[in-house]
């Protein structure tokens, strides 16, 4: 199966910590997502990031991909509780329109 | 972007009923999607709607069960039929913007949380 694994299932920090989410797959890739799911709402997309890529920032977001370990991470920065969510890592294979998500991390920031 | 609504946003429905659910797009897209999340699971994706086509289905999911329908290219239904418990999920629709056979970033809608008893 194609679907991404994040690492780890659950993580609960302090306001103000940083925040890594590791995500690994299993074959090739067009590009990899990171998507925010909060309370069983809709998800947000957060950043893509491309095969020919290793790194990519969006505000306090940093996700990295090493396409040698078939693995991605990412980084949120100086956490808030609203960051208070479920994150999921999601990829593309070239030549294909639909995504596989993985198991995603549930985030839990305290105040 | 894309804005995407769906209706209705949550149901308790009676088992061996079946349930439409509707999904609106802001603007044309190509390319519908629909999920579906199981509690505390991750997404599942049931079939992609193309406007024009017969929807395709990934394994696990067949049309009789859940039978999709696209008319234009800013709607599409979901219809979960003669439910089960096990059905009990929220349903996403999404889109993607890109170019077929792309997949670029997806917009979801808010998700149809659906309890069968």
């Known amino acids: 199966s194609q679907q991404g694994e994040e690492d780890p299932q659950a993580l609960s920090i302090q306001e103000g910590e940083n925040a890594t989410m590791n995500c690994s797959y299993k074959?090739?890739?067009?590009?990899l997502q990171w998507y925010r799911q909060n309370s069983g709402r809709g998800l947000v997309h957060l950043i893509l990031i491309r095969s020919n890529e290793r790194e990519k920032h969006s505000g306090r977001l940093r996700v990295t991909l090493d396409t040698s370990k078939k693995s991605s991470s990412l980084l949120i920065t100086a956490s808030r509780a609203a960051d208070t969510a479920s994150y999921f890592c999601a990829t593309a294979l070239s030549g294909y329109s639909t995504l596989t998500f993985g198991k995603g991390t549930m985030l839990l920031v305290s105040p | 972007s894309a804005v995407i609504s769906q209706k209705p946003s949550r149901d308790i429905c009676q088992r061996g009923t079946s349930l439409t659910i509707q999904c609106q797009v802001d603007?044309?897209?190509?390319?519908m999607f629909w999920y579906r999340q199981q509690p505390g699971q991750s997404l599942t994706l049931i079939a992609t709607?193309?406007?024009?086509?017969?929807?395709?289905?990934e394994s696990g999911f067949v049309i009789d069960k859940f039978p999709i329908s696209r008319p234009n290219l800013t709607f599409s239904t979901l219809t979960v039929s003669n439910m089960s418990p096990e059905d009990s999920s929220i349903y996403l629709c999404?889109?993607?913007?890109?170019?077929?056979?792309?997949?670029?970033?997806?917009?979801f809608g808010p998700g149809t949380r659906l309890l069968v008893l």
């Open positions: 074959t090739s890739i067009n590009n």
């Open positions: 709607a193309n406007q024009g086509s017969e929807a395709t289905y």
């Open positions: 603007s044309q897209v190509t390319m």
């Open positions: 999404s889109v993607v913007t890109g170019l077929a056979g792309v997949a670029e970033t997806q917009y």
